[in-house]
């Protein structure tokens, strides 16, 4: 199976999403370890209770950003996973850290990239009048909410949505489109070449969910 880190800073639902899908046994990926940048990130405890070693990395405990990503990059060498997933991880890595692990490192994003990238997606989505809301699993390149798509699953917009039904509504897709992005990059189906991602034996369509 392949060696997995999550990295999260907040409640954890999607770190949560790949820790049940992982516990199945068919599942080519195990999730051996949870690093947060946020002490009080509640996903934090949920790792906890599965039994799950958890790690975090506070910014302010660090003089600077390399610093920082220096330890999380320490602690990684240590932990030597084959991929990291960056789960509601509301930090931007650095072109040096991306680089040490090129290829390995996946995002999800609560909107269909690369419409929306970055905060208040939601509210953006809604301001343009969008009919259809999404999420989008992506190997992690330099910027924000970028690089090549593994995976997406779109939901409608509904008349009366506000940000926040709106997120709960992509929520629920997020949770069954990173365990199936997951599983194909774990499988070796999914890959990055030359800044693109390539399907290997599978037909792209398994990476939509709708
Ligand atoms: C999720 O909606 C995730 O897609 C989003 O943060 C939320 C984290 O929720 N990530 C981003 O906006 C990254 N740009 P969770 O902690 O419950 O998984």
């Given at each position: 199976k392949k060696k997995v880190v999550v990295f999260i800073s907040g409640g954890g639902s999607n770190?949560?999403?790949?820790?049940?899908?992982?516990?199945?046994?068919d599942f080519p990926a195990e999730i051996i370890a949870v690093i947060s940048d946020k002490a009080e990130a509640g996903g934090l405890a949920k790792a906890a209770a599965l039994g799950i070693a958890t790690a975090s990395f506070v910014r302010k405990d660090f003089q600077s950003k390399e610093e920082h990503e220096a330890a999380i990059l320490a602690e990684l060498d240590?932990?030597?996973?084959?991929?990291i997933c960056l789960a509601g991880y509301m930090r931007l890595l650095s072109a040096a850290f991306i680089n040490r692990h090129a290829g390995r490192i996946l995002n999800i994003h609560p909107s269909l990239l690369p419409l929306f990238p970055g905060l208040y997606t939601h509210q953006r989505a809604l301001e343009a009048g969008m009919k259809l809301a999404g999420c989008t699993v992506h190997f992690v390149t330099e910027g924000m909410d970028d690089g090549p798509i593994i995976a997406q699953a779109a939901v409608p917009i509904l008349a009366g949505d506000t940000p926040e039904t709106l997120a709960a509504r992509v929520l629920t897709v997020e949770h069954k489109t990173y365990p199936l992005?997951?599983?194909l990059v774990s499988e070796g189906k999914v890959t990055m070449h030359d800044g693109r991602a390539v399907s290997h034996g599978v037909c792209d369509a398994s990476g939509a969910l709708i």
């Open positions: 770190m949560l999403s790949l820790a049940k899908a992982a516990a199945e046994p240590r932990l030597q996973p084959d991929i992005a997951l599983r």
